[in-house]
Structure formats: C-alpha cells, structure tokens
Nanobody, 120 residues
C-alpha cells in the first residue's frame, strides 16, 4: 500500500508565494518521476511540473520562471515552490508519482489534492 500526502496549500494574495509538499509512504522500492498537476473549476487537469529521479525537470509554459519543483529522494518527498502567484494559478494541486513497490509492481499514484487560492 502506498500513500501520497500533500500539504502547503491555502489562500494567498497575488504576487505571493506558497510551497507545496508531497510525501510518499508505504511499501516503496523506488520512485521514478514525481510531478505536480492542477485542476481549476471547469477545466481539465494539467501538468504543472515534473522531476525525474535524477533531478531533470520540466515545466508548463505558464509557470516557467515562477515555480520550482524539487525532491528529496531520502524522504520520498517532492516540493513545489510557487512564487509570483496569479489569480489564474487558483486550482486544486495534485501530486503524482511513478512508483515501484517492493513486490516489483509499478504504477502511478495520486495524492488527494490541496487547494491553492490566489485572491486579494
């Protein structure tokens, strides 16, 4: 059994910052790519940023230069530092991870989501 638990969402004013965390726990053998997605009301879920186990990153064009994804492999945790937040960043943010469990089975896991609201 594997769980992804997110934290760090909340209400912030435009131009402000938030840091999201997502910790994976359970019968984990290894974690490949970890990522953050978001879904705004009435819109499809979209990729925000991803990071491989080796530290290579990619970002959605809308967040390049404002968001930074990082990970701590020893803690099985991925972070998303969000700066210069805009109202259009308002969404539920989901953690995603490609995990191999101790039995050898590989699958993608999702967190429960954390709300980020950017508003004055």
């Amino acid at each position: 059994q594997v769980q992804l638990v997110e934290s760090g969402g909340g209400l912030v004013q435009p131009g402000g910052s938030l840091r999201l965390s997502c910790a994976a726990s359970g019968s984990i053998f290894s974690i490949n790519t970890m990522a953050w997605y978001r879904q705004a009301p009435g819109k499809q879920r979209e990729l925000v940023a991803a990071i491989t186990s080796g530290g290579s990153t990619n970002y959605a064009d809308l967040v390049k230069g404002r968001f930074t994804i990082s990970r701590d492999n020893a803690k099985n945790t991925v972070y998303l530092q969000m700066n210069s937040l805009k109202p259009e960043d308002t969404a539920v943010y989901y953690c995603n991870a490609d995990i191999v469990i101790v039995s050898g089975l590989r699958r993608t896991y999702w967190g429960q989501g954390t709300q980020v609201t950017v508003s004055s």
